[in-house]
């Protein structure tokens, strides 16, 4: 079987795509507007994508008529951002964080949530999530429709429990992230694993 995306199928590429390309992580994104109002949305294309400097990308896209969303507007106008991970513990919370709502309206207030204050970025963090990660915006791409936002990490927060000083590794045995699977409503644990030892 062979689709062709840009013509007979190029109306059905998301939907195709997003149950193909799964599990993804979702990134919790907290921004603030230039007045200050608090935005929290969730996007599942999102994924760290180097190390040397870190950074991470999310693509945002546009409201039906067209518009940008409030998280792209934000950080078009403050270059500023936090990714919040979402584990099973606020994985209902990050769902109403998906509500359309009037811009400047705060979904966290709406969810639950609590804004924690960043150290370096004046986005908050989302005081529930697992880990947050400060960011800088280093670019916006335009490609087509789409628009991929790429931020350099400045500052990563964590519980406690998940991190081991000693060895300066994550206990990823105590980290149950959620997966985005294929839209619109399909979501996944992480609690399945196995291990492959990559050769030499």
Partial sequence: MELDLEKQFADRAYQLLVSLVTPRPIALVTTLSPDGKVNAAPFSF???????????????????????????????????????LVDETIAEAMNQCAASLPYGENELARAGLTAAP??????????????????MEWGTL??????????????LHLRDELFDPEKK??????LFLI???ASPHWYCRTRDRFEMIRPK
């Fill in 46 to 84: 999102f994924n760290v994508l180097g190390a040397q400097p870190p950074i991470v990308a999310f693509a945002p896209g546009d409201r039906d008529n067209g518009t940008p969303k409030d998280t792209a507007l934000n950080v078009r106008a403050t270059h500023e951002f936090v990714v919040n």
């Fill in 118 to 135: 960043s150290s370096l970025v004046k986005p908050p963090r989302i005081a529930e999530s697992p880990a947050s990660l400060e960011c």
């Fill in 142 to 155: 335009q490609i087509g429709n789409n628009r991929v936002v790429i931020g350099i990490v400045k500052r």
């Fill in 169 to 174: 590794r994550i206990h990823t045995d105590k």
């Fill in 179 to 181: 997966g985005r699977m």
